[in-house]
């Protein structure tokens, strides 16, 4: 029954996504050539904007705002996730190194797509009663199409995320490695359940971690995220340039693979040069998709309460945001598993089999054996282990942190605040039992509430694309 329901979930994600996927391409190429490939004619300016404005101060009259650094630290809080790590590996074994050249390719127009999602999450945002900035796709839906329905429907597919792919998922990812680093005894109940102890006592700290953070609000919120991300990020690209290091001769290889494989050049004397771009093109761009966020419309709520008040000013941050997280973080775990020297399917197939380096394969996903394996053939298994349970943990947990945001504004903009301390408690509550729970249907529920929240997103940049070039042309003829 429940393999049944999944089967149809599953279904119908294939066939809401299809449209989805033409038009984020549409859309990316559209900004691209309206702005004469921004992403790359301002790309070192976008560089000195950006890094300049993030060690800026906010002043007495910015209360209920981020700082610059904060509102992208918080925005690639939900960004940089164990998609980064795990959703690379299960790209790369699903699509062959080829899917890492779509991810690229979506990526790039991606980039424009998360600079118009802020451009217009400043454009439209407003203040609450507490004096803080509210905004993102509910706010400039409202407001730029005066559409409160399809606001809403963004809103509450947003609602439903925070519990699913940004709440559930995570922590149960969090609590799986963490079980199978720490051997603790299981639990035993009526009915013959039985739960991990590990889990549980990990259930229980990160309630505690997130219940002090959601009560701090964004204040709280900022802070963490200003702190947490950019450490997680240097730890874990420190880790890939040492392991890169010791491989960098495969390096080169690693790149004609990808390219190569991307569109299967060898696979057409064979007949296989369809099903290989196919193959390529959907695991790519699905991981891309999930990497960067862009035409999902979580980032630009973060970015709408920016101090800053140029809209394409805070808008370079979104570009900022997606190369960061697609082109380095990804490109860089790609390489880490495809100079390895495991992914040889045969090999792969008896790492799974025989269990990579004490990683229990019931607990993990293969893209975690994939990482973990990887890592393993430079830094040995036990410090892999402990370094890729690390990363995961940060990464998930940020991801959390972001999330328990995007739901609280959400929230807001369909309740005001009225009971939001009960949404909060709930929040908390996911958080202490997802470990215990089963997350396969909950991974194809999240995909879609993804789509909910995408196809009100995309019809709002459709029809406020000139609000978007007429912003961008009014800042840079300015200077």
């Known amino acids: 029954m429940l393999n049944g329901i999944n089967i149809f979930i599953e279904s119908v994600n294939n066939m809401i996504w299809i449209p989805i996927y033409f038009l984020l391409f549409w859309l990316g190429i559209y900004f691209t050539l309206k702005t004469n490939f921004l992403q790359i004619r301002k790309f070192i300016f976008m560089l000195k904007k950006t890094f300049g404005n993030a060690a800026a101060k906010k002043n007495a009259n910015t209360k209920g705002a981020f700082t610059?650094?904060?509102?992208?630290?918080?925005?690639?809080?939900?960004?940089?996730?164990?998609?980064?790590?795990?959703?690379?590996?299960?790209?790369?074994?699903?699509?062959?190194?080829?899917?890492?050249f779509w991810m690229w390719f979506i990526a790039f127009f991606g980039m424009l797509i998360k600079y118009a999602e802020i451009v217009l999450a400043l454009k439209f945002r407003e203040k609450n009663k507490d004096g803080e900035w509210c905004g993102g796709p509910m706010y400039y839906i409202k407001n730029g199409l005066k559409n409160s329905g399809l606001a809403s429907v963004f809103?509450?597919?947003?609602?439903?995320?925070?519990?699913?792919?940004?709440?559930?998922?995570?922590?149960?990812?969090?609590?799986?490695?963490?079980?199978?680093?720490?051997?603790?005894?299981?639990?035993?109940?009526?009915?013959?359940?039985?739960?991990?102890?590990a889990k549980i006592i990990v259930g229980f700290l990160l309630a505690l971690l997130i219940c002090l953070v959601v009560i701090g609000g964004m204040k709280s919120i900022g802070k963490i995220t200003e702190k947490l991300v950019p450490f997680m990020s240097v730890f874990y690209i420190l880790g890939v340039i040492f392991t890169l290091t010791m491989n960098c001769r495969l390096i080169p290889g690693a790149f004609v693979n990808i390219f190569s494989e991307a569109f299967k050049l060898k696979s057409a004397l064979a007949g296989g040069v369809g099903y290989g771009i196919s193959r390529a093109l959907h695991h790519g761009i699905a991981r891309g998709t999930s990497s960067s966020e862009a035409g999902i419309g979580t980032s630009p709520i973060a970015q709408a309460a920016s101090v800053l008040k140029n809209p394409v000013e805070q808008a370079l941050y979104g570009i900022l945001e997606v190369f960061v997280s697609s082109f380095v973080i990804c490109t860089l775990t790609a390489l880490v598993i495809l100079t390895s020297g495991i992914y040889d399917k045969n090999i792969y197939s008896k790492a799974l089999a025989l269990g990579a380096n004490g990683f229990k394969i019931s607990n993990l996903s293969e893209g975690v054996v994939?990482?973990?394996k990887s890592f393993a053939t430079v830094m040995g298994p036990n410090f892999s282990r402990?370094?890729?349970?690390?990363?995961?943990?940060?990464?998930?947990?940020?991801?959390?942190?972001?999330?328990?945001?995007?739901?609280?504004?959400?929230?807001?903009?369909?309740?005001e605040k009225k009971f939001i301390e009960v949404y909060k408690l709930i929040f908390i509550a996911v958080v202490a039992v997802g470990p215990l729970i089963e997350t396969k249907i909950v991974w194809a529920l999240s995909d879609i509430f993804n789509a909910l929240m995408?196809?009100?997103?995309?019809?709002?940049?459709?029809?406020?694309?000139?609000?978007v070039l007429d912003e961008t042309k009014k800042y840079f003829s300015e200077r």
């Open 68 to 100: 610059p650094l904060q509102a992208i630290a918080t925005s690639l809080a939900s960004t940089i996730g164990t998609g980064n790590i795990v959703g690379v590996a299960v790209a790369i074994t699903e699509g062959g190194p080829g899917a890492i």
């Open 370 to 372: 994939l990482s973990a």
């Open 155 to 197: 809103a509450f597919a947003m609602l439903f995320s925070s519990f699913a792919g940004g709440n559930l998922i995570q922590v149960h990812s969090i609590a799986s490695i963490v079980n199978d680093f720490v051997v603790l005894p299981e639990i035993k109940i009526a009915g013959g359940y039985c739960f991990s102890l």
């Open 386 to 415: 402990i370094f890729i349970m690390v990363c995961v943990t940060c990464f998930a947990l940020s991801t959390v942190i972001g999330y328990s945001y995007y739901g609280v504004k959400s929230y807001e903009f369909l309740f």
């Open 454 to 467: 995408a196809i009100p997103n995309l019809i709002g940049l459709i029809f406020l694309s000139k609000v």
